[in-house]
């Protein structure tokens, strides 16, 4: 299939989703909500980051709807929109470890190239 058959907002828009995603402690935090809402407090625990470094992430993935707040009494939830948001990261990562040769990231390849 060529560019010329998809939207280029589309491509625009997927390319800025992958920016996103490609911080990892975001990627943590997604994955750390699975398909259950979860507040703040348990997202810290589990992925091990700062109550700042948690806020300033979740913030960006809410920016980009990729998680949702929900108020519940004084605390406030996180949920993915849709789950299928996990299938798709678990699909890439399984196309990754199938398709995309050894487990080195490509900074580790670049400096091993030196």
């Known amino acids: ?13 997927m390319s800025e989703l ?5 911080e990892p402690n975001r ?5 750390s909500l699975g398909l259950e ?3 703040v407090s348990d ?3 589990d992925t091990e980051l700062s109550q700042t470094n948690v806020s300033f992430h979740l913030r960006a993935l ?10 519940r009494g ?14 798709l ?3 890439f990562s399984d196309w990754m470890e199938n398709h995309g040769g050894s487990n080195e990231t490509v900074t580790e390849k670049k400096k091993a190239a030196q």
Not at 1 to 13: D, F, L
Not at 18 to 22: A, D, E, G, N, V
Not at 62 to 69: D, F, K, N, Q, S
Not at 77 to 86: A, I, M, N
């Open 1 to 13: 299939m060529s560019i010329n058959a998809y939207n280029c907002g589309s491509v625009k828009r």
């Open 18 to 22: 992958f920016k996103l995603l490609s």
């Open 27 to 31: 990627l943590k935090i997604l994955y």
């Open 37 to 39: 809402c979860r507040p």
């Open 43 to 45: 997202i810290i625990e």
């Open 62 to 71: 809410r920016e980009a709807e990729l998680v949702h707040p929900e108020r």
């Open 74 to 87: 004084a605390f406030i939830y996180y949920c993915l929109p849709d789950p299928e948001l996990l299938r």
């Open 89 to 91: 990261l678990k699909d």
